[in-house]
Nanobody, 124 residues
């Protein structure tokens, strides 16, 4: 399994921005498909955004389209999730996950490796 570490979460006011980072140690993350998932209390874990191995294909759930952007920095072995115009309903624990197939999957069980999560709270 790939060891993943998320960072960048925090408390932000509605309309604010955060940039989440997912770093891999010991593995070249560009070889993997990477997804950002979130889970709010009492809700199922959902795919927020995913990127394939080459970066050509991406996925965004409808509620974040136009506000969130997923990207890779190969030199830093990192996948980012830039989140703009945040809303209270974006509040959740955000997880990054990696799949060795290198594909864009939205089903959590398709991912073999998970980070520990980072809390994002959007509140005034």
């Amino acid at each position: 399994q790939v060891h993943l570490v998320e960072s960048g979460g925090g408390l932000v006011q509605p309309g604010g921005s955060l940039k989440l980072s997912c770093v891999s140690s010991g593995y070249t993350l560009e070889h993997y498909g990477v997804g950002w998932f979130r889970q709010a209390p009492g809700k199922e874990r959902e795919a927020v955004s995913c990127i394939g191995r080459t970066g050509t294909y991406t996925y965004y759930t409808d509620s974040v389209k136009g506000r969130f952007t997923i990207s890779r920095d190969k030199s830093k072995n990192t996948v980012y999730l830039q989140m703009n115009n945040l809303k209270p309903e974006d509040t959740a624990v955000y997880y990054c996950a990696a799949n060795a197939a290198g594909n864009v999957f939205i089903a959590p069980h398709k991912y073999e490796s998970w980070g520990q999560g980072t809390q994002v709270t959007v509140s005034s």
